[in-house]
């Protein structure tokens, strides 16, 4: 219950296209969804955030679709860049613990 | 300012040695966190203190002692580790938000990491 199910493990994009990860959760216990992007050798940054009461947030680029009864949530990147690479978690969290997704792999192809 | 800063960067020790990692905020969060994450894992949660109390374990060895001495401040003390501990050490930071129902989650800062590799 306590897991965070991750999809796809890897994803290749051409530059300029849509990104989309996501993510599924079995504990209804949770109300806070980050996903943080993570280049190789650096901190995991927080990207965007998402609460619950909410079904759709967007910064920029960057758009969080969240869908409380089918318990999950996706991440849409649009007019992918290769700046954009890099591996991308999505996380829940039930108090102030976050429980991370396995992660994808984003690869943008110019 | 949202910064976590850590230090070394990189650190090499072999099994005998004793180091130490810190971390510092300025933010004013109440949580601090050390994590450890191996390539192409998420990270895993090693400890958490709140209110510069350590509140989890996650049943970590004895050889990683960590220590709050105040609430800007996180280390990290290593004695006697093995090469299986080689990985990124990740420091993060967040606000406690208190609600009716409970702690609530909030944003998590991470810090650059401290690249660990053990001869």
């Known amino acids: 219950q306590q897991q965070v199910k991750q999809s796809p493990q890897s994803l290749i994009v051409q530059k300029g296209g849509i990104s989309i990860i996501n993510c599924a959760y079995e504990?209804?216990?949770?109300?806070?969804f980050p996903w943080y992007q993570q280049f190789p050798g650096k901190g995991p940054a927080l990207l965007i955030a998402i609460r619950p009461d909410v079904s759709e947030k967007k910064e920029g680029r960057f758009t969080i679709s969240f869908n409380k009864s089918a318990k999950q949530f996706s991440l849409h990147i649009m007019d992918s860049q290769p700046g954009d690479s890099a591996t991308y978690f999505c996380?829940?969290?039930?108090?102030?613990?976050?429980?991370w997704g396995a992660g994808t792999k984003l690869i943008i192809k110019p | 300012d949202t910064e976590v800063t850590q230090t070394p960067k990189h650190l090499v020790m072999g099994m005998t040695n004793k180091k130490s990692l810190k971390c510092e905020q300025h933010?004013?969060?109440?949580?601090m966190y050390w994590y450890k994450q191996k390539a192409k894992k998420p990270p895993e949660l090693m400890f958490v203190y709140s209110y510069e109390k350590l509140s989890i374990n996650e049943s970590v060895p004895s050889r990683f002692s960590p220590e709050c001495p105040n609430s800007s401040l996180l280390n990290l003390h290593l004695h006697a580790l093995q090469p299986e501990d080689s990985a990124l050490y990740l420091c993060?930071?967040?606000?406690?938000?208190?609600?009716?129902?409970?702690?609530?989650?909030?944003?998590?800062?991470f810090g650059p990491g401290t690249r660990l590799t053990v001869l």
């Open positions: 996380a829940a969290s039930p108090n102030y613990q976050l429980i």
């Open positions: 993060a930071s967040a606000r406690v938000l208190r609600t009716s129902g409970g702690p609530q989650g909030a944003t998590q800062y």
């Open positions: 504990n209804t216990a949770f109300d806070y």
């Open positions: 933010m004013g969060h109440r949580a």
